[in-house]
Nanobody, 118 residues
Framework: QVKVVESGGDLVQPGGFLRLSCNAS????????LAWYRQFPGQQRELVAS???????HYADSVKGRFSISSDNAKAMVFLQMNNLKPEDTAVYYC????????????WGQGTQVTVSS
């Protein structure tokens, strides 16, 4: 049973920073891709950043230059360093973990709230 747990969400002022962490435990297989998504009220989840097992990263245009994704594949952990946060970054952030074998859409965490407000 794979369990995905996010942490690090908080209330922060504009221009501030946060570091989100995610641990995806319980898989017998190697990591394929780890990713962060976010969801605004009434909208579908959108990809924020992803990192493949070979280190290839992808970022949404809205976060390029401000957010940085990193991972520890051996521990199936992924991190999202978020700098220069803006009010429009306010959302629930979800971690997604895909392994070499497993569901095609990966495993999801329960989400962590990030609120950027003065």
């Amino acid at each position: 049973q794979v369990k995905v747990v996010e942490s690090g969400g908080d209330l922060v002022q504009p221009g501030g920073f946060l570091r989100l962490s995610c641990n995806a435990s319980g898989s017998l297989f190697s990591v394929h891709t780890l990713a962060w998504y976010r969801q605004f009220p009434g909208q579908q989840r959108e990809l924020v950043a992803s990192i493949k097992s070979d280190g290839t990263t992808h970022y949404a245009d809205s976060v390029k230059g401000r957010f940085s994704i990193s991972s520890d594949n051996a521990k199936a952990m992924v991190f999202l360093q978020m700098n220069n946060l803006k009010p429009e970054d306010t959302a629930v952030y979800y971690c997604n973990a895909m392994f070499v074998f497993g569901p095609s859409n990966g495993y999801w965490g329960q989400g962590t709230q990030v609120t950027v407000s003065s």
